[in-house]
């Protein structure tokens, strides 16, 4: 069965880095796109990146744009978001999603992790 | 962006009832709308996609409709565990963009 794993949330200071995690099983991750999105405490869902499934193109939505990087290693079966210069407002679940079309970018999703909660605080 | 506007924001109903929510899209989308449930603390689950496909495993009384920019989500006999925040969620473009949520409660 698909799982979705996500790891590497936590406290951290504005202004600094984190890098999150998504391991993949249960279907050949390396033909889907990957989605990462957050929820803020009490908020709806924003979607925050994608990555093609080979990691040719990426798209970002414009609150994190030049400082989130969306990765993907295939060979580890592995989903990352690295993210730099947080913000308060960067604060929530992040969840990776898997599209359920293979092979394309814009996608509905089948699959979610159970996210991993990032708080920015001082 | 394309912006989606999901309403209500909250509603009560009883059990039985017929429920229907509705998301409306900034501009036509065709029909790449999709619907998910989520129950507190819980991830996303995928209800219905492409407006009005039943996603895999979902019970039948949940359905959907529309194309363009107007869609509708409906429960025909709403159960208690269905208990939930209802998102739309649009693919038309690659900068994906859900509704507002309409929280579900029992009466």
């Known amino acids: 069965q698909v799982q979705l794993v996500e790891s590497g949330g936590g406290v951290v200071q504005p202004g600094r880095s984190l890098r999150l995690s998504c391991a993949a099983s249960?279907?050949?991750?390396?033909?889907?796109?990957m989605h990462w999105v957050r929820q803020a405490p009490g908020k709806g869902l924003e979607w925050v990146a994608v990555?093609?499934?080979?990691?040719?193109?990426?798209f970002y939505a414009d609150s994190v744009k030049g400082r989130f990087t969306i990765s993907r290693d295939n060979s580890e079966n592995t989903l990352y978001l690295q993210m730099n210069s947080l913000r308060a407002e960067d604060t929530a679940v992040y969840y990776c999603?898997?599209?359920?079309?293979?092979?394309?970018?814009?996608?509905?999703?089948?699959?979610w992790g159970q996210g991993t909660l990032v708080t920015v605080s001082s | 962006d394309i912006q989606m506007t999901q309403s209500p924001s909250s509603l009560s109903a009883s059990v039985g009832d017929r429920v229907t929510i509705t998301c409306q899209a900034s501009?036509?989308?065709?029909?790449?709308l999709n619907w998910y449930q989520q129950k507190p603390g819980k991830a996303p689950k995928l209800l219905i996609y492409?407006?009005?496909s039943l996603a895999s495993g979902v019970p039948s009384r949940f359905s959907g409709s529309g194309s363009g920019t107007d869609f509708t989500f409906t429960i025909s006999s709403l159960q208690p565990e269905d208990i939930a925040t209802y998102y739309c969620?649009?693919?038309?473009?690659?900068?994906?963009?859900f509704g507002g949520g309409t929280k579900v409660e029992i009466e």
């Open positions: 990555i093609l499934y080979d990691g040719s193109n990426k």
């Open positions: 969620q649009q693919y038309d473009n690659l900068f994906l963009t």
């Open positions: 999603a898997k599209g359920a079309v293979r092979g394309i970018i814009a996608n509905y999703f089948d699959y």
């Open positions: 249960g279907f050949t991750f390396s033909t889907y796109g």
């Open positions: 492409d407006a009005s």
């Open positions: 501009q036509a989308i065709s029909d790449y």
